[in-house]
């Protein structure tokens, strides 16, 4: 159960509070930092902190009384303080600690902590990894420099919203509210239920900022009339808002002489926009993106400081805190697994915003930290209708999934255009072979498509294995470089640098010769028909009285999970393996990644248990009943801990050792080669299973700055857990024979 601790717990006498160590430390209690916390128990950090300034969780949410949230999170209605409370009662049931009425002080880029409270008084912490979650600010009339005396009775709409819900105070009787975002709007009908009179809502944009449902509910339900275009160009009054006096704005946003209007008030109130609250990560050191006056961030919302992580407001504002909770979550979610020793390298891509469009969140891409997709959020400038938007991807990190998915969504409209720009690819699973094969057919007349414009430079197919010497290869893929002498030699330098470092060719080849190349980045596991050399039909008698060592790849709860199990008889290693996939998504896995998953059921190549998601309770039961099902002696489980702590558990409750084995290029590459070369020698054999080849045909390397090689999910062709499954149960077996000097079989590990 979560420790809850507060500040102001009366103590006379305060010792020193050594350093502390935690797995993760989040900063704020807010919606962010309760589902940042929660996600980082439920992927394996087992301490966990929370750090809020203020008295109790919760955040902004406590002052929002009205309706409106968790639509998308839980598919109900709640109020600010019942959403807040969902996600405090998650956290009370893991064993996260928190800390309130406290302030952090500083962070350093080390991960280390400084904070301060009444109780404690100066506390420095260490953290395996960090998440800010500090939320934002509202913007002041300092902020926005508006004109005219300066009385009392000028509010920010959230502190005017505090004042009113929690503290019960009314702030005024007749109100003119600056700005129309969502918590303006939402005052505007506070103020009125309280019995004020709000004149006006003024807008300086030509359109509302706030969601149309609460125009709607706010402003039209109440005749609450709405001034686009407008902005107060004075304030008048002594002691108190005495008049207030807005005038039409032009579309350079300056005030149009002769456009005066006066209203008699006693109150303004400001929703004039957000400010990320950063001042620690300023501070730390973090590089922060002016656009959105937040962190630069990766996919998995990780800062440019390793284990440094941001999410919510404290990035950028969002509309909904729906949002902020599944951003937090990501983030709590990645900082857990860099807690425990996971990291992302590899390829990065830049996203780059053009025009109409202000900013994006992630700012970069990790290739290899990408699973199936990356969300992508950003902002327009400006109200746009019959617009598509076009993702132009020059370096070739596409999957087939988001162009089919924004085709989908252009279906109705009319005259609808959209832009495919892109680079080769350093292989042939990647969305642009389709693409690319349509164009030339189009071009050479074979297929009939209007409206298709193709635009193709690559070099002719007798030119390609000339690259390293013939110029016309650079002339054919770069036609400005024809008549760019510096751009041409550049491309020839960097050709050179391709010639002498093979790490550099995949990039030049693919880039700048659009041709595809295979290198060290990406390559192929093994030839799918060497692996077919090593099938054998299945023998229950030859496992009898077999030690051996299990291998469980525990995916995600919808995806596919596998259980391989090993042993070594004569100089051969033999293996069984088994997958296993949700009954309710046989349909759009066999369709999604061609594979005839309903064959292969009834062949016993794989199961189906679970509907919707994976019956962990029979991945348990199974390899529990491995013993008495075959008669083998099982020497050790290994696991991956992602999503695996609870099935451990429950499997060391019954006796079996677990082995953790980190999924790090220095722990797999061992394995990975040996399982290699065995299949090569023939010195491999596994009984017959149809799913497992097309996992070995899926299956792509990486290679670290250490020349270490292992099967990289993320850049497979498809699903590959029954390889990794079985490359984690070689891994037990090898340090066993490694460890073992009695047994009679030597590895050797280069």
Known sequence: MAEFKSSTIDSNAVEAVPTQVFDVVVIGGGPAGLAAACAACEKGAKKVLVIERDKELGGI?????????????????????????????????????????TMVVEITADRRICCINTVDGYQELKAGAVVLAMGCRERTRGAIAIPGDRPAGIFTAGAAQRYVNMEGYMVGRRVVILGSGDIGLIMARRMTLEGAKVLACVELCPYSNGLNRNIVQCLNDYNIPLYLSHTITDIKGRERVEQVVISRVDEARRPIPGTEQTFDCDTVLLSVGLIPENELTRGAGIPMDRRTNGAVVYENMETMAPGIFACGNVVHVHDLVDFVSAESEKAGAAA???????????????????????????????????????????????????????????????????????????????????????????????????????????????????????LLYEPDDALRKRWETDDLVIYQANPVAVNNKEVFDSIKDLRTMAILYENKRENFLCKHCNIMYKGLGVEGYIDVQKVRRCRVAEDLDFWRGRRVWVGLDLSQSDDNTSVAMVTEADGMIHAKVWGILPKDRIEIKTKKENVDYRKLIAAGSCFAEGEEVIDYGFVERWILGLEEKYGVEVMQVGYDRYNAISTVQKLEANSMECVEVKQHSSVLHPPTKLLREAILKKEFAYDENRLLEINFQNARCTEDTNLNKYVNKKRSAGKVDMVVSTIIAVYLMQQAMLDNSELDWGIQVI
């Open 336 to 454: 857990a697994r860099y807690a425990l020793g996971e990291e992302i390298g590899g390829r990065c891509i830049e996203l780059k915003n053009g025009n109409a469009v202000n900013y994006t969140v992630p700012q970069h891409i990790r290739v290899e930290g990408v699973d199936k997709l990356c969300e992508v959020f950003f902002r327009v400038n400006n109200v746009y209708r019959d617009r598509v938007i076009t993702v132009a991807d020059e370096a070739g990190a596409l999957d087939s999934y988001p162009v089919e998915a924004m085709r989908s969504s252009q279906i109705t409209l009319v005259n609808k255009l959209g832009i495919i720009i892109s680079t080769q690819y350093p292989n042939d699973n990647n969305v642009m072979i389709d693409e690319v094969d349509i164009a030339k057919k189009v071009l050479d007349g074979v297929l009939e498509k209007e409206n298709v414009f193709a």
């Open 61 to 101: 949410l406590n002052q929002c009384i009205h309706n409106g949230f968790g639509l998308h999170r839980f598919k109900e209605e709640l109020t600010g303080p019942e959403y807040a409370g969902r996600f405090i009662q998650l956290l009370r049931q893991t064993k996260a600690e928190v800390m309130l009425d």
